[in-house]
């Protein structure tokens, strides 16, 4: 399977401890997203890198929330001391964008990271 | 900001009818709008996406067209199938250089009836 991976796929915490998440794009996709998505509600999104350059941070990400994407390759999303309030289900995508073109493609997503703070 | 509505919040009909689920967009200025499915408990399976200089998009059973000056898609799904049980998600993304976001609505539920 070539799809997005995202690992690991629940995780369950006590409130104020730190959690990180990893995303694996399709290989030859040079950008990656990261969304937030809660209980009936349409994803949110947080935060792109292309390549390993993180190019925009949405205001959802507070600075208990950092995105590393070390090589262009894989992504790490970390919460640290997490709070009820970040229970939710933590989407990654990804996409190919050609160079010196403006044709930008479709988003894929993975099957997410379902976040409980307790 | 740009404001995504999705109408019905939750749709359900019998087999074998054909179905239209909406999705209206508060700023016209897109550069393309996708159309997704997600079952539940998991990620988005994007079904179709049409760029802003187009006006529909077809895949199999299914049929999105935009009109980017009203502010509108329309996701129609033909001879429905218990299958297509699902919700489904419209998301617009900007026009501007660089502005990779995607804006989701909050989605139709859609219930196909045996």
């Known amino acids: 399977d070539t799809g997005v991976s995202q690992d690991p796929r629940h995780k369950i915490t006590k409130r104020g401890q730190n959690v990180t998440f990893r995303c694996d794009p399709i290989s030859e996709h040079n950008r990656l997203y990261w969304y937030r998505q809660t209980l009936g509600q349409g994803p949110e999104f947080l935060t792109y890198?292309?390549?390993?350059?993180?190019?925009?941070k949405s205001r959802l990400l507070s600075d208990r929330f950092s995105a590393e994407r070390p090589k262009g390759s894989f992504s790490t999303l970390e919460i640290q001391r997490t709070e009820q309030g970040d229970s939710a289900m933590y989407l990654c995508?990804?996409?190919?964008?050609?160079?010196?073109?403006?044709?930008?493609?479709?988003?894929?997503f993975g099957p997410g990271t379902r976040l409980l703070v307790l | 900001k740009q404001e995504v509505t999705q109408i019905p919040a939750a749709l359900s009909v019998p087999e074998g009818e054909n179905l239209v689920l909406n999705c209206s967009f508060t700023d016209s200025a897109i550069y393309n709008l996708q159309w997704f499915r997600q079952d539940p408990g998991k990620g988005l399976t994007s079904l179709l996406l049409i760029q802003s200089s187009q006006r529909e998009q077809t895949s199999g059973r299914l049929n999105a067209s935009l009109d980017k000056s009203s502010g509108r898609s329309t996701l129609y799904i033909a001879a429905s199938q218990p299958g297509d049980s699902a919700t489904y998600l419209c998301a617009v993304r900007r026009g501007d250089f660089g502005n990779e976001k995607l804006t989701f609505g909050t989605g139709t539920r859609l219930t196909i009836i045996p």
């Open positions: 995508a990804s996409s190919y964008r050609i160079l010196r073109d403006r044709i930008r493609g479709t988003q894929y």
């Open positions: 890198f292309q390549n390993e350059a993180q190019l925009e």
